[in-house]
């Protein structure tokens, strides 16, 4: 079964400064997709990166970039330039499809603290 | 805001009852997906259908079962509620059918609090 781990419960950093969160997954396949969610006090789940697993290149979207390593199963999340909105609950998830069935496997989070 | 709408908002109620949650797609899209926010399990996906039909299973009880309409809303029902059931549930869907995998937007969440 694949299994995501985060192993850094929290994080702080400064505003304008750059912050890592990471992420680490198990699996057995070949083709997968990682995502980054975030979840602010709302609760509201939002979609911040994508990565296909067969692409070498690493996702980026404006501040948000990712270290996708597959050898190693490891997916970080960069933030640049952080801002007081991006204090979060920040969720990796790993996505398979088979047969058109899909499912996500979410890591336990970590929750980011923005210093002003 | 995903185009995911969920109602309603927060749910309380008894142990021993039964709730029924909605939950309506994004515009397009034929994949409807439920997941589970509590604190000790996390986020775990429950159950997917695509297009009325029931495409993948995860950590669903029995007392819960899900059904998705012609109209493609979705309705998650959970029965003989149990103060384990207290958690956030989460609608997502995505255009699914595609041969390939796409990407899960959000709706806002149920917040459901058994007493």
């Known amino acids: 079964a694949q299994t995501v781990t985060q192993s850094q419960p929290e994080m702080s950093v400064q505003e304008a400064e750059t912050v890592t969160l990471s992420c680490t997954y198990d699996?057995?396949?070949?083709?997968?997709?990682l995502f980054w969610y975030k979840q602010p006090p709302s609760r509201q789940m939002i979609l911040v990166i994508r990565?296909?697993?067969?692409?070498?290149q690493n996702a980026t979207e404006n501040r948000f970039s990712v270290n996708f390593q597959k050898a190693a199963k490891s997916f970080s999340l960069k933030i640049s330039d952080s801002q007081l909105g991006d204090a979060a609950m920040y969720f990796c998830a790993y996505e398979t499809f088979v047969q058109g069935a899909q499912k996500l496997v979410f890591g336990q989070g970590t929750r980011l603290t923005i210093n002003p | 805001d995903s185009g995911v709408t969920q109602t309603p908002k927060h749910l309380i109620t008894a142990t021993g009852q039964r709730v029924t949650l909605r939950c309506s797609p994004r515009s397009g899209d034929l994949s409807v997906y439920w997941y589970q926010q509590s604190l000790d399990q996390g986020l775990q996906f429950l159950i997917q259908?695509?297009?009325?039909?029931?495409?993948a299973k995860g950590n669903i009880l029995e007392r819960f079962s899900a059904q998705q309409f012609p109209d493609l809303h979705s309705e998650l029902n959970l029965s003989s509620l149990e103060l384990g059931d207290s958690a956030l549930y989460f609608c997502?869907?995505?255009?699914?059918?595609?041969?390939?995998?796409?990407?899960?937007?959000f709706g806002p969440g149920t917040r459901l609090t058994v007493l």
């Open positions: 699996t057995s396949e070949s083709d997968y997709y």
């Open positions: 990565q296909e697993a067969y692409k070498q």
């Open positions: 259908y695509y297009n009325g039909e029931e495409r």
């Open positions: 997502a869907s995505s255009v699914g059918g595609l041969g390939y995998e796409d990407t899960q937007y």
